[in-house]
Nanobody
């Protein structure tokens, strides 16, 4: 299975960022994976944002929990990330990744079975 990110590219401050990760090649309903969102701000390291399990349970980074929602749409084979009230500090390359085991906070590619190509999101007025 592969996945593809869809991103608006540019978002204005205070707005809501919505990203979707579409899985192809397999049905998400039959893949017992944990789907995570990770981001990398310019000049900084990777930051784990949260994860959703194959059963729909979600876990979030404490620093982002109040602004973040992760959901899955098995009918469209998608995992979505919603980040509310964005600021320029949310400017980053965003990745979706999947793993067969739940590892909260994992930011190394070796922790995941699939790692997306990433998409640039810029928050600017």
């Amino acid at each position: 299975a592969r996945h593809r990110l869809v991103s608006p590219g540019l978002v204005k401050p205070s707005q809501t960022l919505s990203l979707s990760c579409t899985v192809s090649g397999a049905s998400m309903a039959t893949l017992f994976y944990y789907w995570a969102w990770i981001r990398q701000p310019p000049g900084k390291g990777l930051e784990w944002m949260g994860v959703i399990s194959y059963s729909g349970s979600t876990y979030y980074s404490p620093s982002l929990k109040s602004r973040t929602s992760i959901a899955r749409d098995t009918s469209n084979n998608q995992v979505t990330l919603t980040l509310r009230s964005v600021t320029p500090e949310d400017t980053a390359v965003y990745y979706c990744a999947a793993s067969k085991t739940l590892i909260l906070g994992a930011t190394t590619k070796d922790s995941y079975d699939y790692w997306g190509q990433g998409t640039q999101v810029t928050v600017s007025s």
